[in-house]
């Protein structure tokens, strides 16, 4: 069943492509030599759905097309991450963790939208290095998850940023992840993104009344302009995707939950988060 959606999807992909070539006035040769293509037959490959190609590979089509406004660039971007995300397994064998770390940062970059739920930990997009080091201590690749956590950091510094809610139980800023001048320095960290018009930060009260979905586990959903949601399950050791419409549907219901009836607003969460940041840094 993925392997028939992601075909679909790279058909739709592929005729996006065919339409702005047939725009720009190109033929497959033209466009294949401007994008820097070996041989042409690629584009004829990419245009019938046949290849997947690569972030740059798409970067440079659209480049050579012409493609710069950003709805319709973002568009064919959206399909693409789409299609991976639909081809990456789920898995739990250590060797392929990193590049599924590699498909979260994709799927990132091209995201209108993301809600984190964070329970237990900071989200990966507010997190300092200091405290991803901390989060990552005792794993083979941990210089390499702290590396590609920062490089994460970019889609909301960026010129075009992804819009981030981020629903944080009051705990979190609480437990000591890392020594308290550091964890002062992390909250810090937190308010100064907090201020960026594209990123709000919500503190859920630990002592908030009943259940409520955050209690079930740390997820991401990730919104894009034109293709479906998709939920990352970012357990320590193996994250996984959720990309079925019914599944996904819960944790659409789960962020708006939890973002409008359960935690506090943005002015209210910055005042607590800063009055925490205050008390580790007489006390640290």
């Not at 089509?61 to 319709?72: P, R, S, W």
């Not at 568009?75 to 590049?99: E, K, M, N, S």
């Not at 201020?195 to 009260?205: G, L, S, Y």
Request: proline share 5%; with cysteine.
């Amino acid at each position: 069943m993925d392997q028939n959606k992601a075909n679909a999807v790279l058909r739709e992909l592929g005729a996006q492509v065919r339409a702005a070539r047939n725009r720009a006035g190109l033929d497959q040769r033209s466009l294949a030599r401007f994008a820097g293509f070996k041989a042409h037959s690629r584009i004829s490959d990419i245009e019938n759905g046949k290849y997947q190609a690569s972030d740059d590979e798409y970067e440079r089509l659209l480049d050579a097309l012409g493609v710069t406004e950003h709805g319709e660039r973002e568009r064919i971007l959206d399909l693409a991450a789409q299609a991976v995300a639909i081809r990456t397994p789920v898995t739990v064998d250590p060797a392929v963790i990193l590049g599924n770390t590699v498909q979260l940062i994709d799927h990132e970059r091209v995201a209108r939208r993301i809600v984190a739920a964070a329970p237990l930990l900071l989200p990966g997009l507010l997190q300092t290095s200091d405290y991803s080091r901390a989060v990552h201590d005792g794993r083979s690749d941990v210089a390499a998850q702290v590396a590609l956590r920062a490089g994460r950091r970019d889609v909301l510094l960026r010129r075009d940023p992804v819009r981030l809610v981020a629903l944080i139980d009051s705990t979190v800023f609480l437990r000591p992840v890392i020594p308290p001048a550091e964890m002062a320095n992390q909250l810090r960290h937190v308010l100064w993104l907090g201020e960026r018009p594209n990123v709000t930060i919500q503190v859920v009260p630990s002592q908030a009344c009943g259940y409520h979905p955050m209690l079930a586990g740390q997820f991401e959903l990730i919104e894009f302009s034109a293709a479906s949601p998709i939920v990352l399950l970012d357990h320590h050791y193996a994250p996984t995707f959720l990309r079925e419409h019914d599944e996904v549907a819960k944790y659409v219901e789960a962020a708006e939950l939890l973002r409008t009836e359960v935690a506090m607003n943005a002015k209210d969460s910055a005042t607590l988060i800063a009055a925490i940041a205050q008390g580790m840094e007489r006390h640290g």
